[in-house]
């Protein structure tokens, strides 16, 4: 398995940076995407990373360093709404399916004014 | 609103009944999913359909059986279920390769 970890939970205050980070180990790392869940709807996606550095798309940047095995997903101007699960997901061409990403437990950002 | 539909939003039955989830894309994508997921958990990949055919089956009880009418439905029949499979069942839908795009899902309560 790609064994992912992220922190359970996090707070943060509104108007304030965040950073979530997710550590994964694989044996044929294929990609990591970062998706956001609000209570009781679907996951959206975020973002993607394949090769290292940083992917910017408005407030949300991710990070990947595939030789760190290592990423962060970087909230700015942070809005009563970002209040929500987040996601990393690891994709290995090791695993049978190897297009398939297997998701991490998934941390829960409180964000408080 | 998401581009996956999936019907209905809530579904109560007991153990003896035999129900049917359904959902429905129309973006063209080649591959679509069956997850299940559970209060403050990821979602786990239950089945998954590629062109069609059914690719992975992630060791699931014969109660849940999927089923790919065409290639813009994916349905998920249910028979004789437990009370620990409810929970809340995804359904996604991608290219290969590409990041999926999920439904809203069913929540599922057996009684």
């Known amino acids: 398995g790609q064994n992912i970890d992220q922190p359970t939970e996090m707070t943060a205050t509104e108007g304030a940076i965040v950073q979530i980070n997710c550590t994964y180990q694989?044996?044929?790392?294929?990609?990591l995407f970062w998706y956001q869940q609000h209570a009781g709807e679907a996951p959206t996606f975020l973002s993607y990373?394949?090769?290292?550095g940083l992917e910017e798309k408005g407030r949300f940047s991710s990070f990947l360093s595939r030789s760190k095995g290592y990423s962060y997903l970087l909230l700015k101007e942070l809005q009563m709404k970002d209040s929500a699960s987040y996601l990393c997901?690891?994709?290995?061409?090791?695993?049978?399916?190897?297009?398939?990403?297997?998701f991490g437990r998934g941390t829960s950002l409180i964000v408080h004014p | 609103d998401t581009e996956v539909t999936q019907t209905p939003k809530h579904l109560v039955m007991g153990m003896t009944n035999k129900k049917s989830l359904k959902c429905e894309q129309h973006?063209?994508?080649?591959?679509m999913y069956w997850y299940k997921q559970k209060a403050k958990k990821p979602p786990e990949l239950m089945f998954v359909?590629?062109?069609?055919?059914?690719?992975i089956n992630e060791s699931v009880p014969s109660r849940f059986s999927p089923e790919c009418p065409n290639s813009s439905l994916l349905n998920l029949h249910l028979h004789a279920l437990q009370p620990e499979d409810s929970a809340l069942y995804l359904c996604?839908?991608?290219?290969?390769?590409?990041?999926?795009?999920f439904g809203d899902g069913t929540r599922l309560s057996i009684l």
């Open positions: 990373n394949v090769l290292d």
């Open positions: 997901a690891v994709r290995d061409l090791a695993t049978g399916g190897s297009y398939i990403p297997t």
């Open positions: 359909y590629s062109y069609e055919k059914l690719s």
């Open positions: 996604a839908s991608s290219q290969p390769n590409q990041p999926q795009h």
């Open positions: 694989t044996s044929g790392f294929n990609g």
């Open positions: 973006m063209g994508h080649r591959a």
